[in-house]
């Protein structure tokens, strides 16, 4: 027997069935990324991130590394429209934004940080801080 309990709302068969023309999905937006994919790799002197962000112009792509903190923002516009004889017959537009944030283990050094956006892959090259070298203090 199957113990799972399936729930549903007591408007959900009202509003499926009484009008479900009413909840049609938009006709492009659902392409949209909803995420950022990305794949990290260490070497012994850095990271090299690779994200894919397909569709976005390189100048809607915003990335912050503060230390280990690595946020990548991105925008996205998109906008369809249609004209026939100087009438306008449709027209949607797409706006939003997709971020993601993640904590390397080591910080990173900012003024050696590389970016490059290509074919809608956005590819980072984040040297790694190296730590001051222990010192042994005189007493006086």
Do not use: C, W
């Amino acid at each position: 027997m199957n113990s799972l309990i399936a729930r549903r709302g007591f408007f959900d068969d009202f509003f499926n069935d009484a009008s479900p023309a009413f909840y049609v999905k938009p006709l492009h937006g659902d392409g949209l990324p909803t995420q950022i994919r990305v794949d990290v790799k260490e070497t012994p002197d850095a990271y090299t991130l690779q994200a894919e962000v397909p569709g976005v112009s390189k100048d809607d792509i915003q990335v912050h590394v503060d230390g280990k903190l690595v946020t990548l923002r991105a925008e996205i516009k998109q906008q369809d429209s249609q004209s026939e004889g100087g009438k306008l017959l449709r027209s949607e537009r797409y706006y939003g934004a997709v971020s993601r944030s993640f904590q390397l283990p080591v910080d990173v050094e900012n003024s050696a940080a590389k970016a490059k956006y290509e074919n809608g892959v956005l590819q980072l090259t984040l040297p790694k801080k190296t730590a001051a070298s222990a010192q042994r203090l005189t007493i006086e």
